[in-house]
């Protein structure tokens, strides 16, 4: 039985079931992988990696003594037939990103699928995830959102892709070059507008992890100038703001009471918004307000 190795403890390993692990990674921090993760990884039979230099930092870390093979987008016909075989013979591989979540944003789910379609076990290994980490701390709202992926590098076709984003109703994720971020920031100003809030997040989860949360205009004026923003960057974007509707106190009043039968306060105000064009933090002061009087 392979073992790993977690604070000074080491733990033996069960083998892995035959089947292809999806196995999530840190995306920064060493410490963000599960003990299942860790499992899979010292008990496979095969394991498949983005970068195998930066995978045995990760394996050294823990006391793994495995020996990763590369899969990436440059070999992925070659590799994947490799992989494929090994499941072919009954083996367990598990497949892994440089960071994060793999499939996300990699060409590895044309082996899954192709795993799949031959009879294959899928079993994914869940954990860190830049896009959720990123949502998490943005301050934009969680209830629904878009992951865009990587827009195009060059500027024209950036401002086409971002053009069919405009209209839609939710918070958008996207991940970006640090050589890119500063420009796709002012691309975004002029098609979703100055006053569209925004997040851009570097180094998640890493010792110098930022997160500015403003709008889209403000973002543009913090890092103007910045040929490279240092760091991996995943950049949010809010929903189109609403235009305010007239809507007298009182109306006001009885909206909020009316939402906040069948919502949270925080969701109630969240709706009142979107249905008015006011702001959420004044409408959910507001709802507090009723409250207490009614209290």
């Not at 599960?34 to 983005?50: K, Q």
């Not at 989860?205 to 205009?217: D, H, N, P, Q, V």
């Not at 009885?254 to 306060?265: F, K, M, N």
Request: hydrophobic content about 40%.
């Amino acid at each position: 039985m392979r073992e790993f190795v977690v604070g000074g403890k080491t733990f033996r390993a069960r083998p892995a079931e035959p089947a292809l692990y999806i196995v999530a990674t840190p995306i920064g921090n060493l410490g963000d992988i599960s003990l299942r993760a860790l499992e899979v990884l010292a008990s496979c039979d095969m394991l498949a990696c983005e970068d195998t230099r930066v995978t045995r930092i990760l394996l050294n870390h823990y006391a793994i003594s495995r020996r990763p093979f590369a899969y990436h987008e440059h070999n992925a016909a070659e590799a994947g037939a490799k992989i494929l075989e090994a499941l072919a013979e009954g083996k367990s591989v598990a497949l892994v990103s440089d960071a994060g979540t793999p499939l996300v944003s990699d060409p590895g789910y044309r082996l899954v699928e192709e795993a799949r379609n031959a009879g294959y076990k899928i079993v994914p290994v869940p954990g860190a995830s830049a896009v959720m980490a990123a949502l998490m701390a943005s301050g934009l709202p969680t209830d629904s959102f878009m992951f865009c992926g990587f827009l195009p590098p060059k500027q024209g076709q950036r401002r086409n892709r971002l053009e069919t984003y405009k209209a839609i109703d939710t918070t958008l994720i996207f991940f970006e070059s640090p050589n890119r971020a500063a420009g796709t920031l002012q691309d975004m100003a002029a098609v979703f507008g100055a006053d569209r809030p925004a997040a851009l997040c570097r180094e998640l989860t890493k010792a110098y992890e930022t997160f500015s949360t403003s709008t889209l205009g403000e973002l543009c004026a913090q890092y103007d100038g910045e040929d490279r923003i240092r760091g991996e960057v995943v950049l949010l974007v809010g929903a189109p703001l609403q235009k305010s509707v007239a809507v007298s106190g009182q109306e006001l009043d009885a909206l909020l009471v009316s939402l906040a039968q069948e919502l949270s306060p925080s969701r109630a105000a969240g709706e009142a918004a979107r249905m008015t064009g006011k702001a959420k933090g004044e409408l959910y002061q507001r709802l507090m307000s009723l409250k207490a009087q009614n209290r």
